[in-house]
C-alpha cells in the first residue's frame, strides 16, 4: 500500500508539484500522465526515494519515507528513463553485475528465466550490439531482480517497435495481476494505458489527456 | 569551396567554444609561467646555495702514518679539490653519523697500511662513502676523488721509480727513507698543483654577457610550447558517434574539424606568442633590431604550425583520449629537448644531433637565438617552410587515409 | 566484498588492455627513461677545441691520448676559429698547447703549458680539463722524476750513465705494470658499490613515484565516468551502502596498484639493482594508499572527465617540479618540515613512511564517504 500524502515540490522557487495525494493498493496498475515538465518524473523520483519533497511525506506500508528512507529502498524497483545498463557488458553479465549487489540473490538460471519471461533471449550478447526493444527489456529486467513490491517505470516503453512494447505491457500486466505488484508508470500513448492501466493520474493543468481518456471509461484523478 | 565554408564554419564555432571558457583560459595560460617561475627559483636557488654552504666532506684516516697524516692536512687546508669542498677531519663513527643526519655530503676512507702498501708496490683502495640522500653531490665527490687518485697514482709511480733506481745507489736505509718521505711529499704537492698546467681563461658568450636574456628566450620558447598544447586540448572536445554521423551525412570530414580547430589554436597561440615575445624582448631589454619583428613574427607562425601539425596528426591517429594525451605530452618533452633550448645540442650523441636539424623545434629555436641573442638580421625560413609544408602534406594523407578506412 | 570484487572485475575484463598499460606505465616508463638517458649519455660526446702550436712529438702524442679519451671529440682547428666557435657554443671548451711545449717537458717545467677558455656554458669544463691535466702532469711528473734521479746519481757519484729516456721508460712500465691506487664508492646504507655513478643519475623510486602519480591519477577516472552514465541511479537500489560499495572499489583498486608497485619492486631489484627492505616496503604501500586517496578524492570533484585529465596532467608536471626529481634539489632547498605539509610526495622519495599525508587523504575520501552517504540517505 502506497500512500502519498499532499506532496509538494519547488525548484527555486518555481513549484513543480503542489499538493498531490493519492493511494495505490497492491496489483493495481497507475498511469501517471501530463504534458512534458509537468512533473511526472519528479513525482516517481520522489516516490523512488531519489529526490525528497519539499512538503508532505509518502508511506510505503505504513512507513513514512523520511524516516525509513533507506530501509524502504529493497521495495521499490525503479525503471529510469535512460537505459541504465552497461553498454560494454553482455545481458548475462549486466544481470550478473547487479545480482551481485542486489537485496535478493538469484541464481544464473532464474535471471535467466527472467529475461525470457520478457523474451529476451540474446544473453551472451554485448549490450550495444542489442535493439532499443531489447534494451528497454533489459533496462526492466534488472530492476525486478530484487523482487520489488513497487515497481515505478519512468516512460519504459518509448522508441521501441509495437511487438515490444506488448510483450513489456503484458509483462507488467502479469507482474501486477499475478506478483500482486504495485506498478505506476509514465506514458504518452494513450493506447497503452487505456489497454493496462487500472486508473489515470494525470497532473498539470492541462486538459488535453484527461480529455483523450474520458470516453475509455477508465477512472481518471486530476491533480 | 564548400570544404572552406565548412573550415570557417567550424573555426568560428570554436572560437565561440573557447569564449565560453574566458575564465579558465587566463588561468591555463597562467600555468606554464608559473611552472618555468618555480623551476627558475629552484635552479637559481640550488646555486646560490652551493655557492653559500659548500659540500661538507669528511676524512677518515685509518692509516695514522705520517704521510696520510699530511695528505689530510693538506686536503683539509686547501681547496684544492674545488670550491665548493670543505673538508674536514674525523672518525669514521662520527662521519656515519654525520651522514645519517645529512650534514655530510660524503666521505673518504684512507684504509690501513695505506703507506706501506703505496711504497711496496701492493694495491690500495680509497673508498669514497656517499650519502644515499644526495646522489649527485656523492657523484661529484667520487669524481674528484677519482681524479685525485688518477694524480696520486702517477706519483706514485714516479715514486716507486725513484725507489727502483736509489736501491742501486748505495745508500744506507736511513738516507734512502728519508728520500722517499721527501719525495712523497714533494710529489703530493706537484699532485695537488695540478693546476698550475692550466692558464685558465673565462670568455663570455651568449649565457654568460647576458644570462637573464638567454634563459629568458628558453623560457619563452617553453611557455609558448605549453600554451599550444594547452589551447589545442581545450578545444578537442569528443563530439559522440552520433554526433559524428550526422556529420559525415553533411558531407563533414574529420580533415576540417581537424583544419578549424587548428586555424583556432594556431591564431590565438600565434597572438599570444607575439605578445609574449614582445614582452620577453622589453621587459630583459634585448638589444633587438626592429627590422627583425617580421622574422621573429614568421618564425612563430612557422613554428606553432609545425608543433600543431604534428598534434594534428597525433589526434587522427590515435582514437583513445588518453593515449593520445600521454603521446601527445610525451611528443611535447622530445620536441622541447630537441630545440637544444634545456640542453644544447652539442653535449647530444653525433647520431642524434645529425637528425636534430630536420626537426622544426631545432630549427625554430635556433633561428630565434640567431636574431635574439646574436643580432643577425637574417633567417633562412627555407627548411622551417618545408619541414611545415611537409607536415601538412602528412595531415592530409593521413586523413584521407583513416577517411577511407572508415567508410 | 566477494560481490563488489566480482562486479569490477566484470568490468575490468571489458577494458584490461588499457587498463594494464596504465599500470604498467611506471615500470615501462621508469626503465625506459633511465636506459635511453644512460645509453645517450654514454654516447654523448663533449666537443672540444684544440690548437697545437707545436708539431713535436710529444704534443702529438698529447693530442692523441686526448683523442682516444671517451669523454670528448677533439676538433683540430686555429686559434681564433676554436674562440669564434666557443662564443657561439659550438664547442664546450677549449685548449692550446703552446709553442715549447716539448721543451718544457723535457726540461721538468710545467707552468701554464696550456691555455684553456671556456664560457659559463661550459658544463663539462671540469671533466675535460681534470683528464687533460692528467695526462699532461702525467709527463711532466715522469720527467721531474728523471730529473731528479739523474740529479741524485751525480750528487752521490753514482757510475750509472742513466739517461732521461731510460728513466721514462721504466717509470711508464712502472705505471703500466702496477696500477695500484683504487677508487671505490658506495653509498653510506649499502655495501655494493653502484654499478655506474653518472652525473644524470635518475632516482629510480622518485621518478617511478611521478609516473604513478599520473598513472593513478588517469586510472581514477572511473569515478567521474559512473558518476556521468545513467547507470549510476540504480546504485541506490543495491544492498551495499554507498559508503561501503565506494569504500570497497577504492580497497580494490588499492590491492590491484599495489600488485603493479610489487611487480616493480620486483622488477627494478633485478634490472636496475634497487635494494628492497620490508621498511621500504612499508613507506611503499602507504604511499600507494595515500595516493589512491587523494586521486579518489581528486577525481570525486570533477564533473567532465576532460578538465580532470587536464588536472592530472598539472599536477603531475608540479610534482615533478617540486619533488626534485627532474631538478637537483635534493638536499638544497626543500629541506625542513614544511616540504612534507606541501609535497604529498616528500616523504616517500625521502625513504620515509607516508603519515601526514595518509592521514590527510584518509579523512578527505572519509568526509567525501560520509556525504555521500548523507546525501544519499
Redesign the interface.
Known sequence: MLNVKSISKQYHKHAILNNISFQIKPGEIVGLIGENGAGKSTLLKIIATLEQASSGDVELFEQGYAKNRKALRKYIGYVPQDIAIWEELTVAENMLFFEKLSFQSKSSEELKQLCLDMNLQKWNEPVKTLSGGMKRKLNLAITLIHEPSILLLDEPTVGIDLKSKKEIGSYLFKQAKEKNRMIIYTSHDMDEITELCDRAICIGEDTFYPEILKNTGKEIISL | MYFLKLVTLFTTNNFVQLRRKWLSLPLLLLFPIVLMGLIVFIIVHFFSNLEDEPLQIGLVDLNQSTETEMIVSLLEESSQLGDFVQMNRMTENEATQDIAHDELAAYILFPEKFTTKLYNGQSVVVTVVGNPKRPTESYFIKELVDSAARHISSSQANILTINHYTKQLELDSETRNEIMLEQFNEFLLYAIGKDSILDQNLRTNNASSSPKQYFGLAAGFFILTIWIVTIHHILFKESSSSIQRRMTLYGVTGLQQTIARLIVTFLITLFLGVLLFIGIIKILNFDFNSDNYWRLTCLIVLYNLGFLLLLAVIDTIIKSYKVRLLVQIFLTIVTLFASGALIPEIYFPLYIQDYLSFLFSYQAYNWLEEILLNGRLYVDFIPLLITTVSGFLFLLGISSIKERVQS | MT??L??RL??WK??WL?ML??LV?PIVGTYFIITITDS?QE?????IGLVIEEQTDIALQLLNSIQESELV?VIKTTEEDA?YR???????SVYIIHEGFEEAILNGK????????????S??Y??V??????L???D???S??AH??IQ??EH?Q?E?S?TWED?SE???E??QD?????????????AESPTE???I?W?TWGLWAILSVISTL?LS?WIIREKA?????????????HFT?FAFTICIYMALFFLFDIASLTIFSIVLQEKVTIYFLVSLLSFRIMLTLLAFSLAHSFKSS?MY??MA??IT??AA??S?VV???????LKGPWTEIINPLDAFL?ERMTVLWLLISMILVLLILTRKERSN?
Open positions: 560481490n563488489i566480482y562486479t566484470l568490468l571489458k577494458k588499457s598499460i596504465w606505465l645517450l654516447d654523448s660526446k663533449v666537443p671529440r674562440l666557443l662564443e657561439k657554443h659550438e664547442l664546450d710545467r707552468n701554464k703549458l696550456l691555455s684553456s677558455y671556456r664560457t659559463d656554458l658544463f663539462a671540469s671533466p680539463k681534470e683528464m687533460i691535466v692528467s699532461v702532469q702525467e711532466t711528473g715522469r721531474k722524476a731528479y734521479i741524485l746519481n752521490y753514482g750509472n742513466w728513466i721504466k717509470s711508464i712502472i705505471q702496477e696500477n695500484l691506487l683504487y677508487t671505490a664508492f658506495h653509498y653510506n646504507d649499502s655513478t653518472s652525473l643519475s632516482n588517469f577516472d552514465l545513467a547507470v549510476s541511479t540504480r546504485f541506490s537500489f543495491i544492498k551495499p551502502s560499495y576532460g585529465y587536464g596532467i598539472v608536471l608540479i617540479t617540486i626534485g631538478l637537483p634539489v635534493n638536499g638544497f632547498m625521502n540517505a
